[in-house]
């Protein structure tokens, strides 16, 4: 290994130092040994330590690890995961080769997931073996191997103290060490600050370390406030002295800080492609064990006081308070590490604008988001049982537009059904979001119009149904959706039996079908309700639950009626 890449490899290990103590916290599972383990879910947790073996040989050799792996699982369990807590320390001690899926040495076998692709492929790829890959490398740890591939160095270090910068094509993706920010100026400007390129200006941005320029000008293409952080990083330039001692700092940052551009607030689809993309990005910054630890700095790269009704999810990312550019303003920040992360709206990116071949779903990616979302979170989980009827939810709205004018009857008609359990939710009205994911959680059917609600979708069990009432002439935004996420979508078959209301009036003028209210003929709507009904019976996960749970009875009641006859015995 030549000087270059081993002083690469000591960069990329210089994090913060961590001490270790026996306690569960949201973001990790400490016991009294050299090392401290994140709090993922089971399945999750196995990759985790087959990525870095050292970690995993430290635990398997240490039973107050393997005892607090298995409480962790035990407190977090889900029910639906398909590893028990006790497979987790049998992976740690036989040595699992279970990967993600991005890994150089991941066996396709091993994967976390692969796609189902049974949908056509001629006049798209030459057969299915690529049709399914198209699909991985568009959507699934298949990107995230290729931003891994990508990473070039942008300003290279000398010494271990040096700043240095590298990043992945187009800079979608970046991080940093020992890297100045000089926001002197932001508390002059008198404009409120989102979307903005001219954040920075030059000699803003600095590092000590040998800048490849003509390097980060061929990455300049992706120009959008949203696309890149070309419009940030095509200011950065070099300084003379040692960051650290060069006195310029007037804020050093020690821990890890994620600055996040983010697309909305107070949408659920914009701000989970937020959301999203800050997971993945966890993925591609995995240089080291503490990757997915929560002791990090999140900051919105805006001015805007940050609010949002989705705002507990970045206690799934980070300990501390959310950070806006207010925090930091009139001073030199200084960061010790610091990553840029992938964005909601890159061309060709992931969430929003992910260009998906035609007939594959199953985003192995999409599925661990939701799982590290639902365990991290802490969201209840009910499994579903022979005797139990399918839970419906159907998504009142409470807007101006794409009301459903005869919801009542609708909901009547269904309700007949005693094989239905039907919930009439709102999620605007008085529900936290824990709640709401409580409640989307335990679904096996989720009903809505089209709207940013049905996001919730992302985190439906593997086997639910979506049915988009009305895609409202939007017909892929949450069919993609779906497909991501790996779960069955219906929506409208028939406009001869829709009604609207009015042809509907954009604001800025014309007809629009998102700008106006809706009827639904009652028996298409019955009908589609029970083609829904039977894909979650046919699901495989769904049948798997139901054989499970018989047999658990069984072994029940065999146990008691031994336990009976041995009473009687005794007697």
Not at 4 to 12: A, S, V
Not at 48 to 55: A, D, E, I, S
Not at 311 to 318: H, I, R, V, W, Y
Request: aromatic share 12%.
């Amino acid at each position: 290994m030549c000087h270059k890449q081993l002083l690469i490899l000591m960069l990329l290990s210089q994090f913060t130092n961590f001490s270790v103590h026996a306690e569960i916290s949201h973001g990790s599972v400490r016991h009294s040994g050299k090392t401290s383990l994140p709090n993922l879910p089971v399945d999750h947790l196995i990759r985790y330590l087959n990525t870095f073996p050292k970690v995993r040989e430290q635990c398997a050799e240490n039973e107050e690890c393997l005892r607090a792996i298995s409480f962790n699982a035990s407190a977090n369990s889900s029910d639906d995961a398909t590893s028990s807590p006790a497979s987790v320390a049998s992976a740690i001690t036989l040595k699992s080769t279970a990967c993600w899926g991005h890994e150089l040495d991941c066996n396709e076998n091993e994967r976390f997931q692969t796609p189902t692709c049974p949908g056509e492929h001629s006049g798209w790829v030459k057969n299915k073996a690529e049709q399914i890959k198209t699909f991985y490398y568009q959507a699934d740890f298949g990107y995230i191997q290729n931003q891994i591939n990508e990473l070039a160095l942008i300003c290279e270090p000398r010494y271990i103290t040096d700043s240095s910068l590298e990043c992945s094509k187009y800079l979608r993706f970046c991080r940093g060490r020992n890297l100045l920010f000089d926001f002197r100026e932001l508390g002059q400007r008198k404009d409120l600050i989102r979307y903005h390129m001219d954040v920075l200006k030059p000699q803003q941005l600095l590092g000590h370390c040998q800048l490849n320029r003509t390097r980060l000008n061929e990455e300049l293409d992706h120009m959008g406030a949203l696309q890149s952080w070309a419009p940030e990083l095509r200011n950065f330039d070099e300084i003379a002295k040692p960051l650290m001692a060069s006195g310029a700092c007037d804020l050093v940052v020690d821990t890890p800080t994620f600055i996040m551009k983010i697309d909305a607030t107070y949408n659920m689809y914009h701000h989970f492609c937020d959301f999203f993309n800050l997971y993945a990005t966890l993925f591609v910054n995995q240089s080291h064990p503490l990757a997915f630890h929560t002791d990090v700095r999140i900051l919105i790269w805006e001015t805007y006081p940050y609010d949002s009704p989705f705002a507990e999810t970045f206690k799934a990312f980070s300990d501390h308070p959310v950070w806006t550019l207010n925090e930091v303003k009139d001073k030199r920040v200084c960061f010790r590490n610091l990553v840029l992360p992938l964005l909601p709206r890159m061309i060709f990116g992931l969430f929003y604008n992910t260009p998906l071949i035609h007939g594959c779903q199953g985003s192995g990616l999409f599925r661990a988001f939701s799982e590290f979302i639902l365990h991290r979170m802490q969201i209840p989980y009910q499994q579903p049982t022979p005797e139990a009827k399918l839970r419906i939810t159907f998504l009142s709205r409470r807007t101006k537009y794409r009301q459903v004018l005869n919801e009542e009857q609708l909901l009547s008609e269904i309700g007949a059904n005693s094989s239905y359990h039907i919930q009439q939710i709102s999620f605007e009205r008085g529900l936290s979001f824990n709640q709401q994911l409580a409640i989307t959680r335990n679904t096996d059917i989720l009903i809505g119009m089209h709207g940013a609600g049905l996001t919730h979708l992302l985190f439906l069990p593997n086997w639910a149904t979506i049915f988009e009432l009305y895609n409202c002439q939007d017909p892929n935004c949450y069919k993609d959706l779906a497909r991501l996420r790996g779960i069955n979508y219906i929506t409208w078959e028939r406009d001869e039996l829709l009604y609207p209301q009015d042809e509907g009036h954009h604001p800025q003028g014309g007809a629009h079908a998102k700008f106006t209210n809706y009827r639904f003929d009652p028996k298409e709507f019955i009908r589609l309700v029970a083609k829904a009904a039977d894909l979650v019976h046919k699901h495989n996960d769904f049948q798997k639950f139901q054989t499970q749970k018989i047999q658990k009875n069984v072994n029940t009641n065999t146990n008691m009626k031994g336990q009976i006859l041995q009473a009687k015995e005794e007697l």
